[in-house]
């Protein structure tokens, strides 16, 4: 099984608080995923907790994926989505390097 861990920061620039319910891998199908979201700050992170509106919050996403293996420090990429409480889908493009 596949660990890959990503941090980020969400920017939510409306006027209200949003909440990011789900998130996954395009190319990679996870078995099991799990994300918190909170303030380096405050040092509080929750699953359900939102981004307030005009600020940021710290992202933290575990993927746990079975299948494809790659090799110690082989690097290889995939598309993030995050999905809100609204419907909505935010795409990033990371790169994940092994270890």
């Known amino acids: 099984m596949l660990q890959i861990v990503v941090e980020l920061e969400a920017a939510n620039r409306t006027d209200r608080d949003i909440r990011i319910v789900r998130a996954r891998l395009r190319d990679h199908p996870a ?3 799990v994300f918190t979201i909170g303030s380096r700050r405050a040092g509080r992170f929750a699953k359900d907790q939102p981004v307030p509106p ?31 409480d609204e419907g909505n889908e935010h795409r990033l493009k990371i790169g994940v390097r092994g270890r």
Not at 60 to 69: A, D, I, K, P
């Open 31 to 33: 078995e099991q995923t």
């Open 54 to 84: 005009h600020a940021r919050a710290h992202v933290v996403l575990m993927f746990f994926v079975r299948g494809r293996r790659y090799a110690p420090g082989q690097a290889f990429s995939d598309v993030v989505i995050l999905g809100d």
